[in-house]
Nanobody, 124 residues
Framework: QVHLVESGGGLVQAGGSLRLSCAAS????????MGWFRQAPGKEREFVAV????????DYADSVKGRFTISRDNAKNMVYLQMNSLKPEDTAVYYC?????????????????WGQGTQVTVSS
């Protein structure tokens, strides 16, 4: 059975940093692009970042460019999201997801495995 498990969320002050991790089990995702999405209370789920199967290509939502960095370790079946200069508007549940394809894609419908999410709260 395939599982994606996020960790690393928590409460942080504005301007602080967090590093989210996503551990995949049940199969390897070394040939899949991997992404991070988030959903704030009362809002639609939105794309945050994606990384290609090799790690050679990344893409980010405009709202996080320059502050967040996505990376992966295929040997460990892990994906990471380093979040710096956090803002209160970054508060949300963050989800890790595996794309059907190896190339970067921001469309949530192209992701067929999802984690349960980890809460990130940024206080002002």
């Amino acid at each position: 059975q395939v599982h994606l498990v996020e960790s690393g969320g928590g409460l942080v002050q504005a301007g602080g940093s967090l590093r989210l991790s996503c551990a995949a089990s049940g199969r390897t995702f070394s040939k899949n692009a991997m992404g991070w999405f988030r959903q704030a209370p009362g809002k639609e789920r939105e794309f945050v970042a994606v990384i290609s199967w090799s790690g050679g290509t990344t893409d980010y939502a405009d709202s996080v460019k320059g502050r967040f960095t996505i990376s992966r370790d295929n040997a460990k079946n892990m994906v990471y999201l380093q979040m710096n200069s956090l803002k209160p508007e970054d508060t949300a549940v963050y989800y890790c997801a595996a794309n059907k394809f190896p190339v970067v894609n921001a469309l949530s419908r192209e992701y067929d495995y999802w984690g349960q999410g980890t809460q990130v709260t940024v206080s002002s």
